[in-house]
């Protein structure tokens, strides 16, 4: 009510080395062509960048779709292996690229090019007030913000990811996907939870995206 906001982030669990190839052991069986291998959140405690190159290299002897939103310096480390999706964290990233890119109008779309050129196949960058970016295999998607009630901003980030990876697991376009990621991420901003797919589907009429075609 008085517009102060909150967060209390919990350590987690702690992955010892049985838990983790118990998890490996799970993917070697389960894991097909085509599924998506979704690598999100902050790293536990036991996990390091060799685990998640270790993942990594499973998902594409799989054939899976590798997704990763993780703490950058263990992003950087998994785009030798080519996801297929990769969500940033466009302030921290553009340090990480030497920041070359900080304070520039249209550092999203530079930032995401240059993952791009390092590996990935499609960037989703939030870029705070400014929009949301997709620079993609087909070309720059781009979005402003939807007009609302700011509530709170916990979950949004995982609602633009999974909002992207249901639509495009639906339907196989790019640019459906963008457009009902970019309606997921303001239901959860809109809302005093973490958003429903109602309200996602109702704020789905209200996205406007633009595309640039870019030079391969």
Not at 107 to 125: D, F, H, P, Y
Request: proline share 2%; net charge negative.
């Amino acid at each position: 009510p008085d517009g102060e906001l909150t967060q209390v982030n919990l350590s987690g669990v702690i992955v010892n080395p049985e838990a983790f190839r118990q998890l490996m052991d799970y993917l070697e069986e389960n894991l097909n062509q085509n599924d998506a291998l979704v690598l999100s959140g902050n790293a536990a405690e036991g996990i390091t960048g060799d685990h998640f190159e270790e993942l990594c290299a499973l998902g594409n002897r799989k054939g899976a779709r590798l997704v990763v939103d993780t703490s950058e310096g263990y992003m950087l480390r998994t785009l030798k292996y080519h996801p297929w999706l990769v969500q940033p964290d466009i302030h921290e990233m553009s340090v990480l690229l030497s920041g070359k890119y900080k304070g520039a109008e249209d550092a999203a779309t530079m930032c995401g090019k240059e993952l791009r050129q390092r590996g990935a196949s499609n960037v989703l960058i939030r870029d705070g007030l400014e929009g949301t970016v997709l620079v993609s295999e087909e070309g720059l998607y781009y979005a402003d913000p939807l007009e609302g009630q700011l509530g709170h901003t916990v979950g949004a980030g995982d609602a633009l990811l999974a909002g992207f990876l249901v639509r495009y697991h639906d339907t196989g376009s790019i640019r459906k996907a963008f457009e009902y990621a970019v309606a997921c991420f303001s239901a959860a901003t809109f809302s005093e939870g973490l958003g429903t797919k109602e309200e996602a589907e109702a704020l789905l009429q209200q996205v406007y995206v633009g595309y640039k075609e870019e030079k391969r």
